[in-house]
Every structure is written in structure tokens, then in C-alpha cells.
Nanobody, 116 residues
Framework: QGHVVESGGGLVQAGASLRLSCKAT????????MAWHRQAPGKERELVARIEGRGGSTSYADSVKGRFTISRDYAEKTLFLQMNNLKPEDTGVYYC?????????WGQGTQVVVSS
């Protein structure tokens, strides 16, 4: 079975930091595409950051560049999202997505609320 489970969300004030984790099973963890998406209240889900390939090439949404960092630990089969200088507009449910060859796994999400 392949699945991913997010954790690390919470309620913080603007300017704070949070680190999200996405623990994957052996089948779900991949050196291919892994990403974080988020869905704000009343809005569509959007791609926040992704990491691809063994070299770990990364890309970010313009709204989080310079504040968020995506990384993954191969030994722990875990994807991370370090979020610094959080803003109220970062509020939403954050989802982990892993796409090993021929599959796509989504977690149930972790809630992030940033108060002003």
C-alpha cells in the first residue's frame, strides 16, 4: 500500500515559522516528483513547492519564494516544507503529493492558520 501522511500544521502569528512533514510509505516515496499544495478557504488548490529528481531540483510559487523551503530525507522517507515569515495569506490546508512512476498519492492535509 502506498500512502502519505502530513503533520506539523498549527495556529501561529504572522512572522512565525512552521515545519511541515510528510511521511511516506516505501511505495509512495519517490526520487521523482514530490510536492506541497495548499487550499485556502474558498479557493482552488494551488501548487506551493515541488522537488524532483535525485539532484533535488526545486521550484516555488512566487508568493512563497524566499520564505519556504522544500526538502526530503531519503532515509526517513519524509518530505518537508520549512515555512518562515508566515503571512495571513498562507492560511490553508497543506497537502503532500507524491508521484512515483505510474501513481499519485495525496495525504489528508494539515491545517495552517496564520493570524495577523
Amino acid at each position: 500500500q502506498g500512502h502519505v501522511v502530513e503533520s506539523g500544521g498549527g495556529l501561529v502569528q504572522a512572522g512565525a515559522s512552521l515545519r511541515l512533514s510528510c511521511k511516506a510509505t516505501d511505495r509512495a516515496f519517490t526520487t521523482l516528483h514530490m510536492a506541497w499544495h495548499r487550499q485556502a478557504p474558498g479557493k482552488e488548490r494551488e501548487l506551493v513547492a515541488r522537488i524532483e529528481g535525485r539532484g533535488g531540483s526545486t521550484s516555488y510559487a512566487d508568493s512563497v519564494k524566499g520564505r519556504f523551503t522544500i526538502s526530503r530525507d531519503y532515509a526517513e522517507k519524509t518530505l518537508f516544507l520549512q515555512m518562515n515569515n508566515l503571512k495571513p495569506e498562507d492560511t490553508g490546508v497543506y497537502y503532500c503529493n507524491s508521484q512515483p512512476l505510474g501513481a499519485s498519492y495525496w495525504g489528508q492535509g494539515t491545517q495552517v492558520v496564520v493570524s495577523s
